[in-house]
């Protein structure tokens, strides 16, 4: 297994409040940057302090919370904004600008050497002024390759402390985000960082992919909440590197915590089948699977459920096996003969069948009914 070192950016109070009709109180985005502080998230972009009066006053709370995690804010290329940022007293402002001939066309109507002058002006402003910057290409995957080595060379040249690579529409593959993170990364003179969308539903695996080929800093939203199709999930792209590049400075047994937590703030409901944190994660019905479960939990799940803090269910359905249903039966303290937890499995399949959810409690009276039956 061959290590690459990265950090992340969880980009959720500001991204992911992106999400229509998603808004976050002030109290709620604190106790996400808690939580991800507590996680080991090393950036926590807090908001967007133009946005409002609010917003900034938030992001303010935020740094005042003097977390472990560093605070990031974003801006546009006006000196307005870099002062707003300089205001609430976070640690890196992420500078963001158009690279696109499409967006530099439609958004701006501008050139791409008019582009180039406004992004390094509000850059020296800001690095004059004493932040740290995140040079970031909105539109990144869609720019000429040249132009945007360009950008990020002469950003480097005036201080940016990253460059940072958007694939704002989500096109990207994960072999097309391996081959132009290794042609930025020829000549790049600070860390890359890697900002990914989900239109095509690669985000996680895009983020880790350019990890791989050499990105640093890695941004992410819990339970990949975001605009339109959302971004790269945290909790996906933590145990990715857990598992495939060893990295081991993150507690993941806080993830199903915080998601359940941004679920509840965000009313976006996470999907039963979402990798790491939904529901049925490490729920198993199949009898065959069960069957082997019990022997050794590996031969059906990759990663243990306790390490980013769930459990592992075993439920009762039209899939169900002898094996499963009398491990369960152990389990809730049931003795039944062969005949029994016959009768019980043709009772259980029938209902499942019939769209019948098996809860514990109907469980009970089907034993109930079995045994009645046979007295």
Known sequence: MKSFPIEICDVTLRDGEQTPGVSFTCKEKQDIAQCLADIGVEIVEAGFPSVSTEEKKTIK????????SRVCCLARCVQPDIDAALDCGVDLVSIFFATSDLHIRVKYRKTREEMLDTALSMLDYAVDHGLSVRFSAEDASRTDIGFLKQMYREGAERGAAYSSFADTVGCMTPVMMYDVVREIKKDLKNPLCVHCHNDLGFASANTFTAAQAGAFQLHTTVNGIGERCGNASLEEVLVALRMHN????????ELTRLSKLVEQYSGVVVAKTKPVVGEHAFVHESGIHIAALIKDPQTYEYYPPEMVGAKQKLMLGKHTGRKGLEHILTTLGYTCSNEQTDEILEKIKAAAEAKQSITTEYLSEI?????????
Do not use: N, P
């Open 367 to 375: 034993i109930a009914e079995t045994r009645s039956s046979a007295s």
């Open 246 to 253: 060893g990295t081991d400075k993150y507690d993941l047994t």
């Open 61 to 68: 709370a935020i740094v005042d919370m003097e977390l472990s």
